[in-house]
Nanobody, 123 residues
Framework: QVQLVESGGGLVQPGGSLRLSCAAS????????MGWYRQAPGKERELVAS???????KYADAVKGRFTISRDNAKKTVALQMNSLKPEDTAVYYC?????????????????WGQGTLVTVSS
């Protein structure tokens, strides 16, 4: 069984910073793309940022220049540094990973989600 466990959410004032972390565990052979998504109340889940195993990154236009995604392949972790936070960044943030897992006699590709962590930006 593969799990993604997130940490680091909370309440922060506008202009402040937060750092989200996500750790993968289980019978993982490799992890391809890792990313962060968010879902605000009444809105669809959207991609915030993603990073490949080689370090190539992609950001939503709304967070470019403010958020930075990074990963440690050896530790199977991904982090999201969020600076200059705005009230519109308020959402539940989900970690996502495309992993290859080891099964008896086979490998399988899976998309895995974390349980989500709430980020609230408010004064």
């Amino acid at each position: 069984q593969v799990q993604l466990v997130e940490s680091g959410g909370g309440l922060v004032q506008p202009g402040g910073s937060l750092r989200l972390s996500c750790a993968a565990s289980g019978s993982i052979l490799s992890i391809n793309v890792m990313g962060w998504y968010r879902q605000a109340p009444g809105k669809e889940r959207e991609l915030v940022a993603s990073i490949t195993s080689g370090g190539s990154t992609k950001y939503a236009d709304a967070v470019k220049g403010r958020f930075t995604i990074s990963r440690d392949n050896a530790k199977k972790t991904v982090a999201l540094q969020m600076n200059s936070l705005k009230p519109e960044d308020t959402a539940v943030y989900y970690c996502n990973a495309n992993v290859v897992v080891v099964l008896p006699g086979a490998y399988r590709s899976l998309e895995v989600w974390g349980q989500g962590t709430l980020v609230t930006v408010s004064s």
